[in-house]
Nanobody, 124 residues
Framework: QVQLVESGGGLVQAGDSLRLSCAASGRSISQYTMAWFRQAPGKEREFVAA????????DYADSVKGRFTISRDNAKNTVLLQMNSLYRADTAVYYCAADFRGWTMSRVTEYEFWGQGTQVTVSS
């Protein structure tokens, strides 16, 4: 079992930056593909970014490419999401997720473990 706890959300203005953190416990994340998803009110949960367990490969949704950066620190069992140039459309609850030795990085159903989420609100 992996427990995931997100932090770092908040209320910001358009154009601002935020850094989300996901702290894992229970097992080392070194064997897990780690990802961020988000869900806005009335919408389905959608992929944001992921980092694969066995390589430096990362993947991003087209809507966040060039603005968001995912990183992982296996020694600290932590995953970060640096979000720059935020838009109102980025407003959502952001979830951290873990997939044991996962290969398909962007599919919601692939991930076994989820955090409770952290709210990000971007005002204009």
């Amino acid at each position: 079992q992996v427990q995931l706890v997100e932090s770092g959300g908040g209320l910001v203005q358009a154009g601002d930056s935020l850094r989300l953190s996901c702290a894992a416990s229970g097992r080392s994340i070194s064997q897990y593909t780690m990802a961020w998803f988000r869900q806005a009110p009335g919408k389905e949960r959608e992929f944001v970014a992921a980092t694969r367990w066995n390589s430096d490969r990362t993947d991003y949704a087209d809507s966040v490419k060039g603005r968001f950066t995912i990183s992982r620190d296996n020694a600290k069992n932590t995953v970060l999401l640096q979000m720059n140039s935020l838009y109102r459309a980025d407003t959502a609850v952001y979830y951290c997720a873990a997939d044991f030795r996962g290969w398909t990085m962007s599919r919601v159903t692939e991930y076994e473990f989820w955090g409770q989420g952290t709210q990000v609100t971007v005002s204009s």
